[in-house]
């Protein structure tokens, strides 16, 4: 076991080489993934019941305790994403398989390695996993809500078989891994130790799949549609921290703002676009599962640094006034 959980951590911590070496296998040999794809959303559904082993009512205590700070955070993820992915879909004039792609990425909740990614940058935590909580939970709602406002444009939206979608892929899986974990605490415990692998090799076959699957689009568009996902993620990280200072938010909440902001579930895009779109409009998503890993961790690194930075100078003013 103690060898698994090794292993496990090892994976966990070098998961975005990992995402981006299948994704070039899957690129390069699309056949020996492509029966991934029917597999899209059991993988999804493990991710959430992972999700669900860790999740505590502590969780969303934060709503409670400081409502403001999850408020802003919440409005900040739902708000800016979307209208960002409209404004690129618009302004750079996307086909409209590939606009539905970017908006349903902007209209995700928030990703569950965005609390890694705030720990790493010394950020707030528990408001990171308040915010990543509190997104997930009303995704069923919201999410349906905001791909019909902003995607309908290009293509015909069902919002209820949206709806019925995330209930079976998110919410269902999530309330099991809480059941199992109230009943059965002992090995799920356990068993979380192991959850970072479990999730990596879910995400890398979501990511495989994909590619596998669109991979004619993929080399026809697929350095448009990456340009436009870098844009997308890069001016969620700036407007998250942008937002979160103008309302005089302190260096780790504006962290975790910008982080929460530009970290989507775009395992959950990619399910959506397989199962009600189009195997093009879901290459946003797997292209965003690879870049926000990277783009997250050099984020991080950038962060922990300013945190870093801001204690020093705190320290050698506090030793000069003693």
């Given amino acids: 076991m103690k060898t698994l ?73 739902f708000l800016i994403m979307p209208l960002l992915a409209f404004a690129l879909a618009k ?9 539905v792609g970017v908006i349903l990425v902007g209209c995700c909740p928030g990703g569950t390695s965005s609390n890694v990614m705030t720990f790493l940058a010394k950020g707030d935590v528990p408001l990171s996993v308040t915010a990543t909580a509190v997104t997930t939970v009303l995704a069923p709602i919201v999410t349906p809500a905001l791909i019909l406002l902003f995607a309908s444009e290009w293509i015909e939206v069902s919002p209820v078989s949206l709806f019925i979608s995330i209930v079976n892929v998110v919410i269902i899986p999530i ?42 689009q993929i080399a026809q568009t697929g350095l448009a549609i990456f ?22 938010m302190d260096l780790p909440k504006v962290k975790t703002a910008s982080i929460e902001v530009g ?27 690879v870049w926000h890993n990277i783009s997250g961790s050099i984020l991080a690194n950038i962060f922990a640094k300013m945190g870093s930075s801001e204690k020093e100078a705190a320290d050698i003013l506090k030793e000069k006034t003693l």
């Fill in 5 to 77: 959980e090794r292993f496990s951590q090892f994976v966990g911590n070098t998961f975005a080489y990992w995402v981006i070496l299948f994704a070039v296998v899957a690129f390069l040999l699309p056949s020996g993934f492509t029966w991934i794809v029917p597999l899209i959303t059991p993988l999804l559904g493990i991710i959430m019941f992972g999700m669900g082993l860790t999740m505590s009512a502590s969780d969303f205590k934060g709503v409670i305790k400081r409502p403001f700070e999850v408020f802003v955070v919440v409005a900040g993820q």
């Fill in 91 to 99: 302004g750079l004039q996307l086909s409209p398989e590939v606009a």
């Fill in 175 to 216: 309330v099991l891994g809480l059941l199992v974990k109230r009943f059965f605490n002992r090995q799920a415990t356990a068993s979380v130790k192991v959850l970072p692998l479990v999730s990596a090799v879910a995400i890398i076959g979501i990511v495989a799949a994909v590619v596998s699957n669109s991979q004619a």
């Fill in 227 to 248: 340009g436009v996902v870098i844009l997308h993620n890069i001016l969620g990280y700036l407007l998250g921290f942008a937002f979160a200072k103008l309302l005089r």
């Fill in 263 to 289: 970290m989507q579930n775009s395992g959950l895009g990619a399910q959506l676009a397989t199962a009600h779109f189009s195997p093009l409009a879901a290459v946003p998503s797997a292209i965003f599962s």
